[in-house]
């Protein structure tokens, strides 16, 4: 069986959604009845815990489910689950389990949710992967969309707040974006946006939450690293976007960002304090002049 150490936080990759798993054989979990209903979560080598704990690889946050209440882990031939001591067990096929094979199609049931297991070669999977895709990116970037983005990140915030981990927020705003859009059309404002979204992509880790949040702003979360280390991660992608030219009617042109950043702090109770705090330093950066980052000092 998998082991998995109860006392330290495993960080999962964030894959870009527009980005397809190329391991062959791999599967996934669709929640198909219960909280989360149409969450997917697509597995590979790692094992997976689902549970009511923050730090489940899959949470499902209902009092019918356990803390850790099962495992999903692979072996040589496929997939096996394995009930954790859960207080309603883990049903398979609607049959009770202690630890069993997962064959494509199965259902999974874990106190008043469903889940489906389905190899990802399944037609049924490929749709599922499809419906997933248009629920959570940005259609234009790729990108995780707003909804998807304030959904990771409030994980993000409990893992932060239970462990005492840094977990800073960058909001990225491109600058004179209206002149671009008036001056060169709406085409052309496209392409800026996804060039700037490729950038961001590039230039970030690959467990990092990289997001379209509005028709110009980006957000960039920087989970256990604190202020000082995002800013200067921020301060090379805003370098890096300066020294790229972008087409504008058929010439090189320089198009700038500005950035706000802030750290999750003792006083803050939820997203959008975060979410304020780094705005806020996104509006200082814009008065001072764009192309710049600003951030909150150490308190």
């Not at 042109?253 to 950035?259: D, G, H, M, P, R």
Request: charged share 25%; net charge neutral; glycine share 8%.
């Amino acid at each position: 069986m998998a082991p998995r150490n109860g006392n330290t936080t495993q960080r999962r990759t964030i894959r870009p959604p527009g980005e397809r798993s190329a391991r062959v054989g791999s599967a996934c979990l669709v929640v198909i009845h219960g909280e989360n209903l149409g969450h997917r979560l697509e597995l590979a080598d790692a094992a997976v815990v689902i549970g009511r704990s923050p730090d489940a690889e899959l949470q499902i946050n209902h009092r019918s489910i356990s803390r850790q209440h099962c495992r999903i882990w692979r072996e040589a031939n496929g997939y096996r689950i394995r009930d954790l001591d859960s207080t309603n067990k883990t049903f398979l096929n609607e049959q009770p389990i202690l630890e069993a094979e997962l064959r494509d199609g199965d259902h999974i049931g874990v106190g008043d949710s469903i889940l489906k297991f389905m190899e990802q070669g399944s037609v049924e999977a490929r749709y599922h992967e499809e419906l997933y895709q248009l629920a959570t990116s940005d259609p234009l970037t790729g990108l995780y969309n707003r909804r998807q983005f304030q959904e990771l990140m409030e994980k993000e915030i409990l893992r932060a707040t239970r462990h005492l981990r840094a977990l800073c927020l960058a909001l990225v705003d491109i600058d004179h974006f209206k002149p671009i859009n008036d001056r060169y059309g709406h085409p052309a404002g496209d392409g800026v946006i996804r060039g700037i979204a490729q950038l961001l992509r590039h230039n970030a880790r690959a467990d990092q939450l990289v997001a379209r949040i509005g028709g110009e702003e980006f957000a960039l979360v920087y989970a256990e690293q604190d202020l000082t280390e995002a800013a200067a991660s921020t301060e090379r992608l805003r370098r890096a976007i300066e020294a790229s030219p972008f087409d504008l009617g058929g010439t090189p042109a320089t198009v700038t960002v500005s950035i706000g950043l802030a750290q999750w702090r003792r006083g803050m109770s939820s997203l959008s304090d975060l979410m304020r705090a780094a705005d806020q330093q996104l509006y200082r950066a814009k008065q001072a002049g764009r192309n710049r980052i600003c951030r909150v000092d150490a308190e």
